[in-house]
């Protein structure tokens, strides 16, 4: 078995504290990593859950699927990465996610309650016979 000596202990306790900490986006891939969120296509985990000191998280960001796929953008170093974001925009992507499942929910909801029917074939009569007697 090969070993591998530690010469400077310190330095490979300061690039763990380095790691731990996580990083920072720019502001373009926030925002894509954002609509990700929002969209429900991203799965966090906390990165040292044993250590309470340790506030950063693992992200893993799944490409999107179906229509979205045509539409959003995102960058090809992006899809179907893990990343490791900071507190901060760790909190931020949390609260993103969960207002894009709380309208999604919305919407579901009203979905199930709204009634195609009446929409598509009920005309009141005040309605058709101004419908007749503007095609005449």
């Known amino acids: 078995m090969k070993s591998i000596p ?15 900490m996580g990083k920072k986006l720019e502001i373009p891939r926030f925002n894509q990593l954002a609509r990700m969120a929002y969209m429900g296509r991203l799965v966090m985990t906390p990165l040292d859950p044993e250590d309470s000191s340790c506030k950063s998280f693992l992200v893993h960001i799944q ?14 170093d992006l899809q179907d990465t893990i990343l490791i974001l900071d ?50």
């Open 87 to 136: 507190s901060e925009q760790s909190m931020a992507m949390a609260g993103i996610m969960q207002a894009g499942v709380e309208e999604r929910m919305r919407w579901h909801q009203a979905l199930n309650e709204r009634d195609f029917y009446f929409s598509a074939f009920y005309r009141p009569k005040d309605k058709e016979t101004q419908a007749e007697t503007t095609e005449s």
């Open 63 to 76: 490409e999107p699927q179906g229509l979205a796929a045509h539409f959003i953008e995102l960058d090809e």
């Open 6 to 20: 530690i010469t400077d202990v310190s330095s490979l306790k300061n690039e763990l504290k380095k790691y731990k």
